[in-house]
């Protein structure tokens, strides 16, 4: 199973955009990168997924190096209600799908 | 369409009772699974099932069963509490594969005191 490794946590002002990095270097060919988000203790929460191509929708952006071992999530401009727990996962379709620790992003006034 | 809904919502036990966290849900999802959180940490996953009589251990199944008799309901059933079992417990569910999409629903969480 493709691992993750994800920095524990990462500030971000307020309007600014918020780029979340995420590890996955023995990643297969195909593999999805999923990424979600925990507000305070509600369930983890669906973001944005993709497999090669970086990839956009109305709440982030997911960028994907070309050898896919790393990708970033971007939240272009950051709110307070982003302050949030954000996980990235590989799918490798194993079912075992391993959240571990996340990102704790605090965006800041 | 309620998703995946989770009961009860708080649950406080004493040690060595027993009791059972119920969980459905209503879109058809082959994969269904529970995780724990505790405090400051991330989710752990117990158990998770891809269907009907087909169930498999995750990374903390100890003190835990479960079983699948329906597509719908996958219940989490814990024995004989013990204290370290105190945590929040997340249901979660899929529809089968890796395609594009196919995304983890959770439910709301069951909050779980053992004293």
């Known amino acids: 199973d493709a691992k993750t490794t994800q920095p524990t946590s990462m500030d971000c002002a307020e309007g600014r955009a918020a780029n979340l990095p995420c590890n996955h270097s023995t990643i297969s060919g195909n593999e999805y990168v999923y990424w979600y988000r925990q507000i305070h203790s509600q369930g983890p929460q669906y973001i944005i997924h993709g497999l090669k191509n970086n990839e956009t929708n109305e709440m982030a952006s997911l960028i994907i190096t070309e050898d896919r071992k790393s990708s970033t999530l971007i939240l272009p401009h950051a709110t307070l209600r982003d302050t949030a727990v954000y996980y990235c996962i590989v799918d490798s379709g194993t079912y075992k799908y391993i959240f571990g620790t996340g990102t704790r992003l605090k965006v800041l006034a | 369409n309620a998703g995946v809904t989770q009961t009860p919502k708080f649950q406080v036990l004493k040690t060595g009772q027993s009791m059972t966290l119920q969980c459905a849900q209503d879109m058809n999802h082959e994969y269904m699974s529970w995780y724990r959180q505790d405090p400051g940490m991330g989710l752990r996953l117990i158990h998770y099932s891809v269907g009907a009589g087909i169930t498999d251990q995750g990374e903390v199944p100890n003190g835990y069963n479960v079983s699948r008799s329906t597509t719908e309901d996958f219940p989490l059933r814990l024995l004989s509490a013990a204290p370290s079992q105190t945590s929040v417990y997340f249901c979660?569910?899929?529809?089968?594969?890796?395609?594009?999409?196919?995304?983890?629903?959770f439910g709301e969480g069951s909050w779980l005191t053992v004293v």
């Open positions: 979660a569910s899929k529809l089968l594969g890796q395609g594009s999409g196919n995304t983890i629903y």
